[in-house]
């Protein structure tokens, strides 16, 4: 059992930078592997990026490589989403994912446990 809870999210300009958060808590978080996913209106939902238990394997979609960057803090039961040079293409809900895996999943259906979302929107 782990619960998730997003934040960081907000309004702001192309080129900008933001970092989400997503709280976890329970006791399997260092056994989970832990993903990223946006959604925009009216599309389906997307991987971004996913980070496996020990923080050391890391994976991107091909849209964010380069830009995005995910981290997590076991001590603190803390999953990272660094995001520079923002695009309005990057506009989406962003969510936080636990997979009770040891792989790298970029489907959605792969993972347990999932947050609320935090809304991004980036600007022209």
């Known amino acids: 059992q782990v619960q998730l809870v997003e934040s960081g999210g907000g309004l702001v300009r192309a080129g900008d930078s933001l970092r989400l958060y997503c709280a976890a808590s329970?006791?399997?978080?260092?056994?989970?592997?832990m993903g990223w996913f946006r959604q925009a209106p009216g599309k389906e939902r997307e991987f971004v990026a996913g980070?496996?238990?020990?923080?050391?394997?890391?994976a991107y979609a091909d849209s964010v490589k380069g830009r995005f960057t995910i981290s997590r803090d076991n001590a603190k039961n803390t999953v990272y989403l660094q995001m520079n040079s923002l695009k309005p293409e990057d506009t989406a809900v962003y969510y936080c994912?636990?997979?009770?895996?040891?792989?790298?999943?970029?489907?959605?259906?792969?993972?347990?446990?999932w947050g609320q979302g935090t809304q991004v929107t980036v600007s022209s």
């Open positions: 980070i496996g238990r020990s923080g050391v394997g890391t």
């Open positions: 994912a636990a997979d009770w895996s040891v792989v790298i999943a970029r489907s959605a259906r792969e993972y347990d446990w």
């Open positions: 329970g006791r399997s978080f260092s056994n989970c592997v």
